[in-house]
T-cell receptor, first 115, second 111 residues
Framework: EPEVTQTPSHQVTQMGQEVILRCVPI?????FYWYRQILGQKVEFLVS????????KSEIFDDQFSVERPDGSNFTLKIRSTKLEDSAMYFC?????????????FGPGTRLTVL | RKEVEQDPGPFNVPEGATVAFNCTYS??????FFWYRQDCRKEPKLLMS???SGNEDGRFTAQLNRASQYISLLIRDSKLSDSATYLC????????????FGAGTRLAVHP
């Protein structure tokens, strides 16, 4: 069964450093998303991406964040200058276009720890 | 007011018990409704969509009351493997498919 994959599974970085989190969505999916979950808190939407552009972003997704689909398979989230409060689990998701109830498939997540 | 509100639990129940979770949402433009399951430190996985007429999938039954902005999940004959956090999730119309998650209700099923 096709699945969303994410690398790395765990990233440790120093405050102020740039990180890039990588995702490979399911191959025939056209909508891509990033969510984050701070430990002990709810899953929060960051950004959605369709047709090579951002379709929606949340207040969390400020100028420090960017997304890119550099080729036909990868979808990346970049945090330019990490802060302590960026420590969280970051989930990538993808979905097919079309039906309103189409399922979003989540990757296993990248745990980001900012020291 | 939180967009999606759930009782955090935990619900501690014996195997075989029936347990019900409730959820309320604040945005009347909410269009689609789901229950996701999340195991500890894992990704959310879709358990079932929730339809206006109510729907059932094996031991799981979901109900939606649009007038009250209320969603429920009933689990019958609980198994040890049902132990997880159950996330109530909505999608708002015009929201480019973004999902809004509740904080989840923790279920622990014991022998």
């Amino acid at each position: 069964e096709p699945e969303v994959t994410q690398t790395p599974s765990h990233q440790v970085t120093q405050m102020g450093q740039e990180v890039i989190l990588r995702c490979v969505p399911i191959s025939n999916h056209l909508y891509f998303y990033w969510y984050r979950q701070i430990l002990g808190q709810k899953v929060e939407f960051l950004v959605s991406f369709y047709n090579n552009e951002i379709s929606e972003k949340s207040e969390i997704f400020d100028d420090q964040f960017s997304v890119e689909r550099p080729d036909g398979s990868n979808f990346t989230l970049k945090i330019r200058s990490t802060k302590l409060e960026d420590s969280a689990m970051y989930f990538c998701a993808s979905s097919r276009p079309g039906e309103a109830n189409n399922e979003q498939f989540f990757g296993p997540g990248t745990r980001l720890t900012v020291l | 007011r939180k967009e999606v509100e759930q009782d955090p639990g935990p619900f501690n129940v014996p195997e075989g018990a029936t347990v019900a979770f409730n959820c309320t949402y604040s945005n009347s433009a909410s269009q689609s409704f789901f229950w996701y399951r999340q195991d500890c430190r894992k990704e959310p996985k879709l358990l079932m969509s929730v339809y206006s007429s109510g729907n059932e999938d094996g031991r799981f039954t979901a109900q939606l009351n649009r007038a009250s902005q209320y969603i429920s999940l009933l689990i019958r004959d609980s198994k040890l493997s049902d132990s997880a956090t159950y996330l109530c999730v909505v999608r708002v119309s015009g929201g480019y498919n973004k999902l809004i998650f509740g904080a989840g209700t923790r279920l622990a099923v014991h022998p």
